[in-house]
């Protein structure tokens, strides 16, 4: 394992509860002022408006685990230093995989429930349009991706960590079935940035028990709670 060095993700301390909890993070630091905005991630699924939404396009493939990290509130896989893992294809335009990262329990919430987890895969294209897609994750089978991050995921905050040998496939994180929701909103951490296009799979992906046991002993809780739509949409695939 090779640790890069250190770099802090977020200049002003952040957490999920407490004096430095969601309620707050508008007011820790100025560039955080969006986690006030009316366009906020993520949000509780009821109402929605069927349309006839473009298909998905997820052109995935394997590629090293050079930047895998624990930056203290997630697990995270980067790509960024010309290593890329692929890309989203949405109506003829491409947006490159950036990231993918996980919460416990799911932030995105169907009809009040969550999920035990979701996968949140953070996209973004030439024009800087960001697009992330949350899939709901149940128990059942093991996942063969998350297997090989977990095997090597950091047990306390730190770098990047490149894994020499291993390569992941996020395309084992996407089910066979890409019906989905969209929305738009925002990053679901400070700084909150909007225009955010989120698409929220409806079929999800199945971990083993003892997975999502692995991750929920790290994080107990990385969940911000659901935002208000603000007379929002929420766009139903056919």
């Keep these: 394992m090779i640790t890069a060095p250190a770099a802090a993700q977020w200049k002003v301390p952040w957490s999920y509860e407490g004096a430095r ?11 955080y002022a969006p986690c006030a905005g009316k366009q906020q991630s993520p949000v509780d699924i009821r109402a929605t408006e069927k349309a006839d939404l473009p298909p998905l396009g997820f052109e995935y493939h394997s590629a090293p685990l050079r930047y895998l990290t624990n930056n203290g509130k997630t697990i995270r896989v980067n790509y960024h230093d010309h290593v890329s893992a692929g890309a989203l294809m949405v109506d003829g335009k491409r947006y490159e995989l950036t990231q993918f990262h996980f919460h416990h329990p799911s932030e995105e919430q ?55 040998g ?73």
């Excluded at 909890?21 to 630091?29: I, N, T």
């Excluded at 987890?117 to 949350?134: E, F, R």
Aim: net charge negative.
């Design 166 to 238: 291993v390569d992941v496939d996020p395309t084992a994180l996407i089910p066979q079935s890409l019906g989905y929701y969209s929305y738009e909103g925002s990053v679901t951490a400070p700084p909150c940035t909007e225009r955010v296009t989120w698409f929220i799979l409806k079929t999800p992906v199945s971990l083993s028990q003892k997975q999502i046991d692995a991750f929920a002993k790290l994080f107990p809780n990385d969940v911000r709670p659901v935002q208000p739509l603000n007379g929002r949409v929420i766009k139903e695939s056919r």
């Design 21 to 31: 909890g969601p309620d707050h993070w508008a007011e820790l630091d100025p560039s």
């Design 110 to 164: 169907l009809n009040g429930q969550s999920f035990p987890m979701v996968v949140h895969l953070m996209h973004q294209s030439a024009d800087s349009k960001v697009v992330g897609v949350a899939v709901m994750v149940v128990a059942g089978a093991a996942n063969e991706t998350v297997a090989k991050v977990w095997e090597h995921m950091p047990a306390t905050e730190g770098a990047e960590h490149q894994i020499p």
